[in-house]
């Protein structure tokens, strides 16, 4: 009796081990209560579990190592930009520290606020394909050509990025950091909740950023001076709950070093 009691507890376990679902269950057939038949078979399959585990442990850390060294390579070359683009320099940088603090105040999730943070570092890689003229540009006299390109930034980021799937929502945010909720924006014109929360938090991040940064045709705008500013996008351009959340964590928290 036993030893059939045994076989089917061990087959029903063989069959979860099959499955994916590992437990300690397997341990209680190894006892001398069973014949030393199931015995032999459990520890055979319990050494067997302990190395599969040990292999997807393994793996998985070589997928982070992977997804790391990855990122780090494409962050190398948002960085880049800086050595065409003295504005860029620190930008990415600054709008990922700025939509961290946000989402953080705004209450999401561990994971999400770190998929916002890299949102906002990546936000604008797609500027690696301007032109020249576009980074030699040192007035505000914008052209239709030179509209389209910047336009186009968006676009070209998300094609840049789409086949690093571990991003994940990621790689929306950064798609849509310039789409605007009255549905003027680019590069696809959504409008309101059609629009991701990440990518509105990155546009608020960004347009702060830019508003405080030196130009070449001119000097940035004090915090104060750049709050009072969003606070009239909001609700036309930017989401007016994401603004006020922003408003908060600069008057409490100060600006990016």
Known sequence: MAWLEGHDELLRIIKEVASGKYSGEILELTGPGYPAEIQELAEAVGL?????????????????????????????????????????????????????????????DREEVELIRIAGILHDIGKIGFSDLIFSNEDTRINEDMMLEIRSHPQWGHDIL???????????????????????????????????????????????????TDRPYQKGKTPQEALAILGKLAGAALDPDVVDAFIEEIESGGMAD
Request: aromatic share 8%; with cysteine; proline share 3%.
């Open 162 to 212: 789409k086949n690093l799937r571990f991003l994940g929502p990621a790689l929306d945010y950064v798609y849509a950091h310039h789409e605007r909720l009255d549905g003027q924006g680019y590069p696809r014109g959504l409008e309101g909740d059609e629009i991701p929360l990440g990518a509105r938090i990155l546009s608020v991040a960004d347009c702060f950023d830019a508003m405080t």
């Open 48 to 108: 067997m579990m302990v190395k599969i585990e040990a292999r997807e442990f393994h793996l998985e850390q070589l997928n982070e190592r992977i997804k790391a060294d990855t990122l780090d390579t494409v962050t190398a070359v948002a960085e880049a930009l800086a050595a065409r683009d003295a504005y860029t320099e620190g930008h990415g940088e600054r709008v990922g520290i700025y939509a961290e603090r946000l989402a953080r105040r705004l209450n999401l």
